[in-house]
């Protein structure tokens, strides 16, 4: 079956514009995560979704950071009046957040923010 | 703060060798899993360890848990080159049920022939 899908996979901005980002994930997945990941870097996590409530948004690191999942499935990552520093690439993860919590990855948002 | 510390953070070895990456982490979770990442690539799933005691093996990877201890071993057997990638193990940031995940900073692993 169908992983789980993210666009745009490249997203270049000028600096001070806004950009959403998007992520399907796999089909019955309750649990929906979004991951910062610079370069030579772990992943650090930005926020979490059980279906469409969002239960931890603490590793956002701005207020110019928002993400929704309105209808329990797609989300979105926009975040307003880019800088630099947010270039990364932004990782998408989801799990049946039955068990194990083992996550599963999209292929991620590289950002470029000049 | 919840930190997971791996060593080493690059690791060069040749074809045929063994060697063990370790994950050092600082909570009490009883629960560890290991990615692999390619470069320009996603994180893929290696291994979930669930409990004190785990091991699981696929190929030429083991991975064990010792929650006692907080750690965490990768073994590789006989490495081969398609094995080359960046390693990352990763806990649960606030101890367990469905949470983001904390991350070490992954072991660049490169072998050559």
């Known amino acids: 079956g169908a992983g789980v899908s993210q666009s745009p996979r490249y997203k270049v901005a000028k600096r001070g514009q806004d950009v959403a980002l998007r992520c399907d994930p796999i089909?019955?997945?309750?649990?929906l995560f979004w991951y910062q990941q610079a370069l030579g870097q772990g992943p650090e996590f930005l926020t979490y979704?059980?279906?469409?409530?969002?239960?931890?948004k603490s590793g956002l690191p701005s207020d110019r950071f928002f993400a929704e999942r309105p209808e329990g499935s797609v989300s979105t990552l926009k975040i307003q009046r880019t800088q630099q520093e947010d270039s990364a690439v932004y990782l998408c993860a989801s799990s049946l957040s039955t068990g194990s919590n083992e996550q599963f990855f999209g292929p991620g948002t590289r950002l470029t923010v000049l | 703060e919840l930190k997971v510390e791996q060593n080493p953070l690059f690791l060069s070895m040749q074809e045929g060798k063994n060697y063990t990456i370790y994950c050092n982490y600082s909570?009490?979770?009883?629960?560890l899993y290991w990615y692999r990442q390619d470069p320009g690539k996603s994180l893929e799933s290696l291994f979930v360890l669930l409990s004190n005691g785990a091991v699981k093996q696929e190929g030429r990877l083991m991975a064990s848990l010792d929650t006692k201890a907080r750690l965490s071993t990768l073994h590789i057997t006989a490495a081969v080159h398609d094995l080359s990638a960046t390693y990352f193990c990763?806990?649960?940031?606030w101890g367990g049920g469905a949470d983001g995940l904390t991350f070490g900073k992954g072991t660049h692993l490169i072998i050559q022939p």
């Open positions: 089909s019955g997945h309750v649990s």
């Open positions: 909570t009490t979770s009883d629960r």
């Open positions: 979704f059980q279906n469409e409530a969002q239960l931890d």
């Open positions: 990763a806990v649960d940031t």
